[in-house]
């Protein structure tokens, strides 16, 4: 049958998949989001990430590709690649990895050889599956020692982490986590990289919208590579970016491609200049500063009502909750939040011997609140409600109480123009 581009629409030609992404789009608009690895992109990121630049191969750069028809992408590429430049003040930007994941595997590639030796924070302290996990790839090739925090403050040891580099001499020193709730001194870190001759790579993943906004300390300075993604706080698409010095521009590109990627995606890297091109605005340094406004309110109500808060509180857009004493576990916590219609993730706390699909606590974020214009008034809301749901899980009637509240506050912050089923134009009509 000839393709029919006019009449290839997704409700006519996959109804099964349109009914899936409306149910996403309702699901999105009524929960109040507390992951801090999500928020919501703009509609501008959203038409550029979907649209024709996704038909477009382009193995290579700009300028040296290996395929023809490439001016428009080259051009969408060079935007990216020029904004990344001047958003963090850096030498040398490589925007083609798809994810986070990808960004870091391309720096170990540049740094290390085969079974090298790397030094990272322990998963189970708040670092990343990438950061040497011995189920994930980066533990598999590489030699991996973690530094972990310290038990009692639950914070960052840098005399400690000092000590491990000068015993196991890492040639790559690896800062940044997905679930550490402090600002990070990568002054401090490049201090002890320098100290044992090793390499410095930051992983901002999590807080390069905070850097960007001024809340949160720069790694780029001190560092030799830095990685991060477009999406959390930075609001943009799903993917990955390498900032790094211009000396190891040539082998990052290659160890990207041809050393670990084919065609890049032209459609997310669209996108990925539209977020860059958003970070630039004033408003998006205002809307870091509520972040943590936000993240700071919600924790210090959480801390109000007796929950125990790892490292006493919060920098950043995240904190992390101790259930253990409460006897619930972190995945109770996160099924019981969602029935009710908030959603946060099962979170290992630091030296958590929990199981790690059950966990001992939850990571609560605020990127995504914040997007919908929620100020720190409105976290006394939501942390009475999370806490009124986390002792009640049995109270039917005390559940629903909270699912109507729920509801009342995320409708007074509407996402996506906040239509209702009754007001969807059908396209068919």
């Not at 507390?34 to 038409?47: C, D, G, P, T």
Request: net charge negative; hydrophobic share 40%; charged share 25%.
């Amino acid at each position: 049958m000839e393709f029919q581009y006019e009449e290839s629409g997704l409700v006519w030609m996959d109804p099964e998949v349109s009914t899936a992404i409306e149910m996403e789009l309702d699901r999105e608009r009524e929960n109040v989001n507390l992951i801090a690895s999500e928020n919501y992109s703009s509609m501008a990121v959203l038409e550029a990430q979907g649209s024709v630049m996704t038909n477009k191969y382009a193995e290579g750069y700009p300028g040296r590709r290996y395929y023809s028809g490439c001016g428009p992408v080259d051009m969408v590429e060079n935007l990216a690649l020029g904004r990344a430049r001047e958003l963090f003040g850096c030498e040398h930007v490589n925007v083609q990895p798809h994810a986070g994941s990808q960004a870091n595997m391309a720096v170990y590639m540049t740094a290390l050889e085969l079974g090298e030796t790397m030094m990272a924070m322990d998963l189970r302290c708040g670092g990343h599956l990438t950061h040497g996990a011995t189920f994930n790839f980066s533990g598999m090739l590489y030699r991996t020692v973690h530094y972990g925090l310290d038990r009692e403050t639950e914070r960052l040891d840098y005399d400690r982490i000092a000590d491990i580099a000068a015993r196991e001499k890492p040639r790559l020193i690896v800062a940044g986590a997905s679930a550490y709730p402090r600002s990070i001194d990568f002054a401090a870190f490049r201090e002890i990289a320098d100290s044992v001759g090793a390499a410095l790579m930051v992983d901002m993943a999590h807080f390069g919208g905070l850097v960007v906004g001024g809340v949160h300390p720069d790694p780029v300075p001190y560092s030799d590579f830095v990685t991060g993604t477009t999406h959390k706080t930075m609001r943009g698409p799903r993917g990955g970016f390498i900032l790094c010095r211009e000396a190891y521009g040539p082998r990052v590109d290659a160890a990207v491609f041809p050393g670990m990627q084919g065609g890049p995606l032209m459609h997310a890297i669209a996108a990925k200049a539209v977020c860059f091109k958003e970070a630039m605005s004033p408003e998006f340094k205002e809307y870091q500063e509520r972040i943590v406004a936000n993240c700071r309110a919600l924790c210090d109500k959480m801390a109000s009502e007796g929950f125990r808060i790892v490292t006493g509180g919060t920098d950043t857009h995240l904190f992390l909750v101790d259930l253990r004493p409460t006897g619930i576990t972190g995945r109770e916590a996160q099924d019981v939040l969602e029935s009710v219609g908030i959603n946060v993730n099962k979170n290992e706390v630091p030296y958590d011997e929990t199981p790690p699909t059950v966990t001992g606590g939850i990571r609560i974020g605020t990127p995504a609140i914040t997007t919908r214009g929620m100020q720190p008034v409105d976290m006394e809301d939501i942390g009475r409600m999370i806490v009124t749901a986390l002792k009640n899980m049995d109270d039917e009637s005390a559940l629903n109480s909270i699912r109507s509240e729920v509801k009342e506050l995320i409708g007074s912050f509407p996402l996506y123009g906040g239509e209702t089923e009754s007001s969807r134009i059908d396209p068919r009509d």
